[in-house]
């Protein structure tokens, strides 16, 4: 695709270098041309960006009302599981207490485990209401 935009390049910048070196309204009316079909095609690239980046704040969107609803599942069944714990004599807290160490590590830049990480905060938790 380098040579085809160098190509081009080349092509629009040989338009304007015969148009200027002899100017006359035929040549000045072929470089408008030439200007209005670079208009149009920056136009449409524009369109194209504008419908991706819309795209893109759809997904995003998307992923941070599933992120809220984890966030909401997770504070719900946190706040249940703390309620629940003493009174099954502790048994699950100790299952719960058990998983994190053998989730995996978070891989580098923040691609964890979500399950690990739930597991880890749900620990962490119990771990600071038992003590």
Known sequence: MGDERKELEDAVMDEFEWALQDPNSEKIR???EVV????TKLIEAIDELQGTVNQLQTQV???????DSL???IASGAAV???D??????EPIATIAKAPE????????GGGSMMGELKQ???ARRKKADG
């Open 61 to 67: 969107s998307g992923f941070e009302s599933k992120i």
């Open 85 to 90: 714990s003493p009174a099954e004599g502790g």
């Open 102 to 109: 053998a989730a995996p590590p978070p891989a580098a830049g």
């Open 81 to 83: 599981s703390a309620g």
């Open 71 to 73: 966030q909401s599942r």
């Open 121 to 123: 905060l749900l620990a």
């Open 30 to 32: 072929q470089l408008g």
């Open 36 to 39: 209005s079909i670079i208009t």
